[in-house]
């Protein structure tokens, strides 16, 4: 099961992550930031597929207020053990 949580920081925004709303379920990935138009690309995102077909603008405030980002997870769904890393570098 995919685990999503709140937009904290804007740098956690980057290309290919995925978003969904707080109120609905829909997917989105997350393309290019256009600083012209001060937002991200939005892809819907289904079965693990980005659809090019329909696109919107997020402004990068409206992410971090409406939208969740799916957390990154190791294996197990933890986070990975730093001490376990660096014994094998």
Do not use: C, H, W
Request: negative net charge; aromatic residues 10%.
């Amino acid at each position: 099961m995919k685990k999503f949580e709140p937009i904290d920081d804007a740098y956690e925004l980057a290309e290919g992550s995925i978003i969904k709303g707080k109120q609905q379920d829909e997917l989105f990935q997350l393309g290019e930031y256009d600083p012209d138009k001060k937002g991200y690309t939005a892809y819907a995102y289904e079965k693990g597929r980005r659809m090019d077909d329909f696109t919107v603008l997020i402004t990068e405030s409206e992410l971090m207020d409406n939208y969740l980002i799916e957390t990154a997870k190791g294996d197990d769904g933890d986070t990975p053990n730093e001490d376990l890393l660096a014994d094998s570098i």
